[in-house]
Nanobody, 126 residues
């Protein structure tokens, strides 16, 4: 059974940093792309970052470009989202999602992914 589990969320002050992890289990192949999404209260789910199967290709939404960095460790089947210079508007539930694909591509569209984690709260507040 495919499963994604997010960890590393919590409360951080404006300007601070957090690192989210997305651990994948049940994937028998390394070839899967991963996306990070977030949803704030009253807003639509937003794709903020993605990474292809090999880790070479990455993508970022304008709202996080230059502040967030995505990476992956295929040996651990884990994808990370390093968040820096955080702002109150980064407050949301963060989700990771995956889709089997050995191609060096990734997308920020939630309809492209078919496996989702349960989500984790990130709050940026003083």
């Amino acid at each position: 059974q495919l499963q994604l589990v997010e960890s590393g969320g919590g409360l951080v002050q404006p300007g601070g940093s957090l690192r989210l992890s997305c651990a994948a289990s049940g994937f028998t192949r390394d070839g899967f792309a991963v996306g990070w999404f977030r949803q704030a209260p009253g807003k639509e789910r937003e794709g903020i970052s993605c990474i292809g199967a090999t880790g070479v290709l990455t993508g970022y939404a304008d709202s996080v470009k230059g502040r967030f960095a995505i990476s992956r460790d295929n040996a651990k089947k884990t994808v990370y989202l390093q968040m820096s210079t955080m702002k109150p508007e980064d407050t949301a539930i963060y989700y990771c999602a995956a889709v089997i694909s050995s191609l060096p591509v990734c997308r920020l569209e939630n309809t492209w992914y078919d496996q989702w984690g349960q989500g984790i709260q990130v709050t940026v507040s003083s």
